[in-house]
């Protein structure tokens, strides 16, 4: 297995296939990201805007949103995964924004990640894309990337985050985590993974070395 590739090479790749690296959640303002990101994990932004059309519509505030019953929420969320615990993360956030900040969206880490159902991933979607303050966000097809390209040997975020930040300047965090998330999707997939047409194939420690001597093992073929 040869060694993990270098970050600039990675930043290179990844810019090359992805030069649009805005997020893909469709929301005005921090309070809509900070729901659409809380929605977000482990469901496709397609899915999220849905239903952020209807949230948006009706509860376009955190107080609003902080007097309903989270069971309320149930049905209009029911098409995403963990739906359920994504009510109540809705709910808790928006009562913690109201108790802590007076019902100003944090615009710090600490404040983000500190709020009742909100993840460091989501908090640094909010801080990156409605703050535009420096945060990497690693929700998990992202840590995937990171791990099959030899950066992290765990699943958690801090590690991920660490890891980006000592190999990047803070101007890269937010790109190289939209372009890490999309890789994740398109083709560093969990399950049935699209190895053959990955765009880091050849950088990739697990999988392009194998490939290149598969490659110059092959026979040639006779075309006499």
Known sequence: MRPPPDPATIDTALAAIYPDATCDLLTREPWELLMAAILSERAHELQVNKVMAVLSEHLTSAAAMAAVDHRDLEAVLRQLPLYREKARALVEAARGILRL????????????????????????????????????????????????????????????????????????????????????????????????????????????????????????????
């Open 101 to 224: 900040h007076g019902g100003q969206v944090p615009r710090t880490m600490a404040g983000l990640a500190a709020l009742p159902g909100v993840s460091r991933a989501a908090a640094a979607v909010v801080l990156g894309h409605a703050f535009a303050t420096p945060a990497f966000a690693a929700p998990p097809e992202v840590r995937r990337v990171l791990g099959r390209i030899g950066w992290v040997a765990g699943q958690n975020h801090a590690e991920a985050e660490h890891a980006i930040k000592e190999r990047f300047t803070p101007d890269r965090w937010v790109d190289l985590s939209q372009r890490m998330l999309r890789l994740g999707r398109d083709f560093c997939r969990r399950v049935s993974p699209r190895c053959e047409r990955c765009p880091l194939l050849e950088h990739c420690p697990r999988l392009g070395s194998q490939r290149a001597i598969d490659r110059q093992d092959l026979p040639t073929p006779d075309r006499r």
